[in-house]
């Protein structure tokens, strides 16, 4: 088969040249905000991060740094004063980057996220990568397959050899369930869905009218912290979702947790992003559900979700529903969406995670060609578009609190795994091996004390990453601790 033309592939934005604080004034001006307040960063600390050859620890500084900075921002504008100053040490960023990893419960780590299936496998002209941190994606993927429910990895393995990897992504979207096919950059570059992501990570739109200002209730609380008073309805599961909502909390915001009692709980990650949220569970298949969920939405300020698209909107909570009716109520929503490849091109609908996007989109096989081991494809050494994006999401979130208040209406935040990843490629990778240098945090010994906080959780006591952020003279990190899904009432604060 002939090359494509280079004509025929997605240009990437060429950003290597950029430091973390370039990445944070590039978005910041961007998203329309003050540019004077920019002064009010410091990201401190160099050196690669964590070993890849891609630049996460600026992805991690930048996006950490953008939500806090956004923060403070709102703090100044509630409290009428200029914006406190806002600091990210670089190898404490990097740490959290990795936060689902580094804690324990009762003197015990963290478990294991990944199923037995997950990883590569090889088919007849490549490979593929299996996702099973879910039982209905393995059992999905079973089935797929024509193997038993009791199938070993070698059994599934076998039932993919003959495959060809394309094929085998394409049955598994029809079917609902998550398998990726291993490219590299060339042939992403070429897919009708490459061309259609974004080059900014974060999209900001205004999606109905609404009068000017800050929410009332955050007029009248105490401003110990940015975002005291907000109230965030968080619809979400896995990493990148719940971590934007964890980060709102961090700053203040009332977050409740929705998760369904039909799906099964994720005790590794649940009990690492629950910090800083009540949490309630609605059964959104039955009309009660559907009413309880109305009825938090009319008083909620924020409606963050990371279901498929249009998962929701199929239900009748589409952004265009959510903005016309807090419109009759005479005052705006912020709707936050995040997704897998962005809201618009071939692959909007499809599901996926971060592992899955950086194996279709060529950064597994990058990351082993830099590594030099003869590896197929080799995974960054942490969830690095699940974090990043979570992060931009809560500063979608801010961005858009902060455009409301000075321009009135409502609005709505995307943010995708590959937008994310677009940006991050954009950043350029570090030449040969030499990222890998970086040091690397495996388990909580790893990890420098002044990292850490102990705190007494549902489960027992919890050790884990403190928030890298630090705003002057204003409280960042979580009022409330993990405990299990559904413990608290579905009312706001």
């Keep these: 088969m002939a090359a494509p033309a280079q004509s025929d592939r997605q240009p990437v934005p060429d950003r290597t040249s950029f430091t973390a604080k370039d990445s944070v004034e590039y978005i910041w001006k961007h998203l329309g905000l003050p540019a004077e307040s920019l002064d009010a960063l410091d990201l401190r600390g160099s050196g690669p991060g964590l070993p890849s050859s891609f630049k996460i620890a600026d992805l991690a500084q930048a996006s950490i740094g953008l939500s806090a900075l956004l923060a403070a921002q709102i703090y100044a504008l509630r409290t009428a004063s200029p914006v406190p100053a806002v600091s990210v040490p670089r190898q404490h960023a990097a740490v959290e980057f990795k936060s689902e990893r580094l804690y324990t419960l009762s003197g015990q780590p963290a478990q294991n996220l990944w199923g037995p299936l997950s990883g590569l496998h090889q088919t007849s002209d490549g490979y593929v990568r299996v996702h099973d941190g879910f039982p209905n994606h393995s059992n999905g993927a079973k089935t797929l397959l024509g193997c038993p429910p009791a199938a070993d990895r070698p059994t599934v393995s076998a039932a993919i050899a003959p495959w060809r990897s394309v094929d085998l992504e394409t049955a598994a979207f029809d079917s609902g369930c998550v398998i990726s096919a291993l490219r590299s950059y060339a042939q992403w570059d070429v897919t009708p869905q490459a061309r259609a992501v974004a080059d900014l990570p974060i999209l900001l739109r205004r999606i109905g009218d609404a009068p000017q200002g800050l929410p009332p209730s955050m007029r009248s609380a105490k401003a110990d912290k940015c975002l005291r008073g907000l109230r965030v309805l968080e619809l979400s599961r896995v990493i990148a979702t719940p971590l934007s909502g964890k980060t709102l909390a961090a700053h203040g915001a009332d977050v409740l947790w929705v998760t369904s009692p039909n799906l099964p709980d994720l005790p590794p990650i649940d009990r690492e992003f629950g910090r800083g949220k009540r949490t309630i569970q609605i059964d959104l298949s039955s009309s009660q559900g559907e009413a309880e969920l109305w009825r938090l939405l009319d008083d909620a300020h924020v409606f963050v979700q990371g279901y498929r698209p249009g998962a929701l909107a199929a239900r009748g909570f589409s952004e265009q529903a959510l903005a016309a009716r807090a419109a009759q109520a005479g005052r705006g929503i912020i709707c936050a969406n995040l997704s897998a490849y962005g809201p618009t091109g071939p692959w909007r609908?499809?599901?996926?995670?971060?592992?899955?996007?950086?194996?279709?989109?060529?950064?597994?096989?990058?990351?082993?060609?830099?590594?030099?081991?003869?590896?197929?494809?080799?995974?960054?050494?942490?969830?690095?578009?699940?974090?990043?994006?979570?992060?931009?999401?809560?500063?979608?979130?801010?961005?858009?609190?902060?455009?409301?208040?000075?321009?009135?209406?409502s609005w709505a935040v995307d943010v995708s795994l590959a937008g994310v990843m677009k940006y991050l490629r954009s950043l350029g990778?570090?030449?040969?091996?030499?990222?890998?240098?970086?040091?690397?945090?495996?388990?909580?010994?790893?990890?420098?004390?002044?990292?850490?906080?102990?705190?007494?959780?549902?489960?027992?006591?919890?050790?884990?990453?403190?928030?890298?952020?630090?705003i002057d003279g204003v409280e960042v990190g979580w009022d409330v601790m993990p405990k299990p899904l559904g413990s608290d009432e579905k009312r706001w604060l």
């Design 349 to 409: 609908a499809r599901r996926g995670f971060d592992s899955l996007v950086q194996t279709c989109s060529g950064m597994n096989v990058s990351e082993a060609e830099h590594y030099g081991a003869g590896e197929a494809g080799r995974a960054a050494p942490c969830q690095v578009l699940d974090h990043a994006a979570g992060y931009f999401l809560a500063a979608g979130v801010e961005a858009a609190l902060y455009r409301q208040a000075v321009e009135g209406g």
């Design 429 to 470: 990778q570090y030449e040969g091996k030499t990222g890998f240098e970086g040091r690397d945090y495996t388990c909580l010994a790893d990890v420098p004390g002044e990292y850490l906080e102990m705190r007494q959780t549902g489960f027992g006591e919890m050790t884990f990453v403190k928030h890298s952020a630090a």
